[in-house]
């Protein structure tokens, strides 16, 4: 029996954080530029800071437009720009399943998981939701942990090996198989203060 | 990781500003300043003029404004007298001791400074890698013992004391010249191939000295930690599953075990710039050690606050580095224990 594709996608609020990181990221280093006469060396850090927060402004905006879709078949992101970045990987043609963990504080709190899927390589002529390609989700997404479960699910079925840093991941979110989990050799303890879903 | 690596950077943003407030801050605590200092000789010794000579000098250089201002302009945010010229304009600023630009003054220090520790911290891994790999898979071997206690001789011995024994040696049996990072006839010329050699060879007494603690330790941590790893059952299951043991070693626990090692590269930094500094006074090395001494001590606070504020920012750029190497090679979560390291 088929099941009703579930869809995802990242609210505003939840990229409101982003959007604060990428305007400080590209203001602060454009107003120096622009009412300092600034050292050459200097002036070129600035720039690049630019460049980076700009990209990561706009893959925000990209990230508001997009939707997850998870069903039967596979995986398929969808966004805006007329699908011309959408990704679609059939459970079959998984290859890759990377669960990681990120936190900027000293003792690894307050972090967050980005999971990393990916399929066949694609054809660099072949835009648009063709197969393959790489999905990245963060853990910002509401239903993360239903995503992780489901494309985990699908990643043994079709016997694909996790990585023993995926594993851990995934036993510290209460997920892997028995063999995973003893792989990871982690204690399951709760992720509240740890982790921000 | 794209994602971490901005938000990272990010960090550092703020930290750099905390960093360059406190460093002026400090430079400003102690009651006076260079002007002040001078001025109250000038008029023990009975110069009449004296007050109007520090009125104007005073204002000058801006520091009758307010402490904030001042540290605007110190750092290129804010005109001063001459429009925006600060840190972030590459103006440092004017040493009053030596009555020059800081930059000026500083000539190659900052950059020998930087060679020098970067040397060094090159030379720590470079050492510790393989004997600490050594050691942990050879536990219990002569050349463990042997390492262990060249290790524990290397921890105990304070710097100084090393590199005035490794001095006298170098010089008696090696024939380097005592002091220096560089022949004399080479000091104040431009970079060639002469001189960058005379800089090496002058290097390798320091990189020693300042490195062989920080070897020492880093060999004792990376020991402990592949221990640990090699202990572990998932070693044993690869072992009775038939995987070699050199592969099994480079593939699992090493991997394992690198994590501390390269979280120390942030700690390592200013461990070696706060030690090189005594290290320098006793061989005479003209790195920023010996100059940042003498300028916090006179309150040249221009001088005082570019060398502070430079260490500081490779310190913050080490941290960065290691951090990414870390986020790198193993993204994840720690709980309990781990998560309070």
Known sequence: MMSVPEKYRYPQKALVADYLRASIGVFLPVALMLFTDLLPLVFYIMAALVVLFGFYGLRTIWRQGTVLVVDDDGVRQEGPLGGLLDRRIGWSEMCDFRLRYYSTRRDGSDGWMNLVLRGPKRSPYRFGAAGGGRIRLDSNLPGFDDVVARTHAAAVTHGLEIDRTSATNLASLGFGTDEERAAAAVPSTPLDTHYRP | ?341
């Open chain 2, 1 to 341: 990781m794209f994602t971490y690596f901005a938000h990272r950077v990010l960090v550092m943003i703020p930290t750099l500003l905390v960093i360059s407030v406190i460093t002026f801050i400090i430079i400003q605590l102690p009651p006076g300043d260079y002007l002040s200092n001078q001025m109250a000789e000038m008029i023990a010794s009975g110069d009449r003029a004296a007050m109007e000579k520090l009125a104007f000098l005073r204002q000058e250089f801006g520091l009758d404004k307010p402490m904030l201002e001042q540290y605007a302009v110190w750092l290129g945010i804010w005109p001063g007298n001459n429009g925006f010229s600060g840190i972030l304009q590459g103006d440092l600023g004017w040493s009053f001791e030596y009555n020059l630009p800081v930059d000026e003054v500083v000539g190659d220090r900052l950059f020998l400074s930087l060679l020098l520790n970067f040397t060094t911290m090159l030379f720590v891994y470079a050492v510790s890698f393989p004997i600490g790999v050594y050691t942990a898979v050879r536990q219990y071997s002569v050349g463990d013992h042997v390492m262990t206690f060249i290790g524990y001789i290397g921890l105990a011995t304070p710097n100084f004391l090393l590199a005035l024994i490794l001095l006298f040696l170098a010089k008696k049996h090696f024939g380097v010249s005592i002091g220096g990072l560089m022949d004399e006839q080479f000091i104040g010329q431009d970079m060639s191939w002469g001189k960058f050699l005379s800089v090496c060879e002058h290097m390798v007494v320091p990189v020693i000295v300042i490195g062989t603690s920080g070897t020492a330790g880093m060999i004792r941590r990376l020991r402990a930690n592949l221990l640990d790893e090699l202990q572990k059952q998932y070693v044993t299951t690869a072992r009775a599953k038939g995987l070699k043991n050199r592969k099994l070693l480079l593939k699992y626990p090493l991997r394992m075990a690198l994590n501390p090692f390269v979280a120390d590269i942030g700690n390592l930094l200013p461990q070696m710039i706060s030690g090189s500094a005594i290290v320098a006074v006793v061989m005479s090395l003209p790195t920023s050690g010996p100059m940042l001494v003498s300028a916090l001590q006179s309150q040249d606070q221009y001088l005082a606050g570019s060398f502070l504020l430079f260490l500081a920012a490779l310190t913050v750029v080490g941290m960065f580095v290691s951090d990414m190497a870390l986020a790198a090679l193993d993204p994840r979560i720690r709980l309990g224990s781990e998560a309070s390291k």
